[in-house]
């Protein structure tokens, strides 16, 4: 816990201002992936092209997806990978990049695996890059 403060002072008001965005988008998604329909859900996620197109700088990258996922620990309940891959889009989006998300499936034994994450410019963030290898990619998700 100490630490977990020690980390929380060092925010500057736009690492609090990403966590909070991060955290009620969080919670946008799991409430529309409950009463939408996934194509309405994922065309909040993915808007269209882009903004303003621009190549984000991998520490950029990162920082987005590291208030992601302190959100995601930090919420009521469990975020599955599919709600932090849909607000990871978004807010990469946001800032310009071309962020797609990915949906994969495998088998594990007898069970059926599904996993989803983002790419962004043929790059896994936030993930292992195996991870693509290691699920069978669906049809392209387009909004």
Do not use: N
Not at 42 to 60: E, H, I, K, N, T
Not at 84 to 93: D, E, I, P, S, T
Not at 119 to 124: A, I, R, Y
Request: aromatic share 6%; hydrophobic share 50%; net charge positive.
């Amino acid at each position: 816990m100490r630490r977990k403060l020690q980390t929380a002072r060092t925010f500057s008001l736009g690492d609090w201002l990403m966590l909070a965005q991060s955290w009620c988008l969080l919670l946008a998604f799991d409430l529309g992936l409950r009463a939408l329909p996934f194509p309405r859900v994922q065309a909040f996620a993915a808007p269209g092209v882009p903004r303003a197109r621009r190549a984000l700088m991998p520490p950029d990258i990162q920082r987005v997806r590291r208030f992601v996922d302190i959100a995601a620990r930090h919420h009521v309940h469990p975020m599955t990978c599919l709600r932090r891959a849909l607000v990871l889009q978004r807010m990469l989006r946001a800032r310009g990049a071309d962020a797609q998300l990915r949906i994969g499936v495998r088998r594990d034994g007898g069970a059926l695996e599904a996993h989803a994450w983002v790419e962004c410019e043929d790059q896994v963030i936030g993930q292992p890059e195996i991870v693509a290898e290691r699920y069978a990619q669906l049809a392209a998700v387009e909004a």
